[in-house]
C-alpha cells in the first residue's frame, strides 16, 4: 500500500475516534473501501463508516439475517446465487417476473441484507478480507407490470451504496421490455455516478457475448449462455468462517 494511503487510513481511523466509534476488529481493506466511496477523504469517509456501523446495529443486530427472517420473500425462490465468476465474483441472479411489491418493507430491507450479505460471503476463503466484490444479474424477462417495484430497486441499489461500498463489481441488466426504459430512468435518478458506472444492459448479441465472457460459462446458468444450473440462494450452504 502507498504511502498516500496509509495516511489516509490513520486519518480515517482517528476521525472516527472523534465522532465517538471506533475500527477495532476492522483491517484496512474494509477501511480502504470506505476511503475510495468518498474519494480517498478520510472525515467523509468516517462519517459513512460510523453511519454504516450504527445501521447494522440497528437492522441487524445479531450481525446476520436468518432465513426465518425472510421466509416470505425466500419463498418465492427469484434470487439465485451461481458460484464466482472467472475473475472470483460471485455471481447473485435475480429473476424479476418471480418479484411482486412487498408489503412488509421492513422485511424486504432484511431481504436485501440477507441476500446482500450471504453474497458476499459465498466469495470467502476460509475467512472474509473486507475488499470482496459481487456481481448482479437483473433479469427482466417475461416481466408485466404487476412485476414493477421501483422502491425495491432504489432501495437495493442504495443499500449498495450506502452500506456495501465498493462491493459491486458490476451489474447485468437481461432482457429489459421497451415499457421498462422509464422506470430504470426514474430509478436511475437516486445513483450515484460510480454506481450507474458498473451497470451494463446488455441489449445485443455483442453485449451478450461479452456478458458470458466476463462471467465464465462456469458459474452461468444454461438458458444464459453457460454450462451451471441455477441454483436458489437458500439451498446454497455455507461453511462457518474461520475467527
Known amino acids: 500500500m ?11 481511523r482517528k476521525s472516527v475516534e472523534k465522532l465517538g466509534s471506533s475500527t477495532q476488529n476492522y483491517g484496512d481493506r ?10 480517498m477523504d478520510p472525515d467523509k469517509a468516517a462519517k459513512m463508516f460510523v453511519q454504516w ?3 447494522r446495529a440497528a437492522l441487524v443486530p445479531l450481525g446476520f439475517i436468518p432465513d426465518s427472517e425472510v421466509q416470505d420473500e425466500l419463498e418465492a425462490r427469484k434470487i439465485y446465487l451461481q458460484g464466482l465468476s472467472k475473475d472470483g465474483y460471485p455471481v447473485m441472479i435475480v429473476k424479476s417476473r418471480k418479484h411482486f411489491p412487498s408489503k412488509d418493507q421492513l422485511q424486504f430491507k432484511k431481504f ?3 441476500l446482500l450479505d450471504k453474497t458476499i460471503a459465498s466469495s470467502f476463503k476460509g475467512r472474509e478480507i473486507g475488499n470482496e466484490k459481487l456481481i448482479g444479474v437483473l433479469d427482466l424477462q417475461q416481466i408485466t407490470y404487476k412485476n414493477i417495484d421501483a422502491r425495491a430497486l432504489i432501495t ?3 443499500f449498495l451504496q450506502a452500506y456495501y461500498p465498493e462491493r459491486l463489481a458490476k451489474c447485468y441488466l437481461l432482457n429489459m421490455p421497451g415499457f421498462f ?11 450515484e455516478k460510480a454506481t450507474l458506472e458498473k451497470i451494463v444492459i446488455v441489449s445485443n448479441e455483442d453485449e451478450k ?15 444464459y449462455g453457460g454450462r451451471a444450473k ?3 440462494i437458500q439451498d446454497v450452504i455455507l461453511t462457518p468462517m474461520e475467527n
Do not use: C, N
Open 112 to 114: 436485501v441484507v440477507h
Open 209 to 223: 457475448r461479452e456478458f458470458i465472457r466476463d462471467i465464465g460459462e462456469e458459474a452461468l446458468p444454461e438458458e
Open 53 to 55: 456501523k450504527k445501521w
Open 30 to 39: 474494509t477501511l480502504m473501501r470506505f476511503l475510495i466511496a468518498r474519494t
Open 230 to 232: 441455477l441454483v436458489a
Open 156 to 158: 437495493g441499489f442504495q
Open 2 to 12: 502507498d504511502e498516500s494511503r496509509e495516511i489516509a487510513l490513520t486519518q480515517m
Open 181 to 191: 426504459v422509464s422506470v430504470w430512468r426514474m430509478v436511475s435518478y437516486f445513483l
